[in-house]
């Protein structure tokens, strides 16, 4: 299963977060020399996402032919 992606709010790419965090990554463009340098936006905390994810909508009316369970 992949990491979700999200866009690092430094170098604007497109970067997995795992563990609420951007994985390191480089920065975008060709190095100059042989060194590595990670991105700034490496390790840094993603936002939360926009509210939890709700199994049923309460606003949303059941379907046609669902019954009371209970």
Known sequence: MSAPRRTCPV?????AVVGGR???????????????VSCPGSRRSAPLLAGEPMLFDPE????DGQGQLF
């Open 11 to 15: 170098c604007a790419r497109e970067i």
């Open 22 to 36: 951007y994985a390191r990554h480089d920065p975008p463009g060709r190095r100059v020399s042989y060194e590595l």
């Open 60 to 63: 949303k009316p059941p379907m």
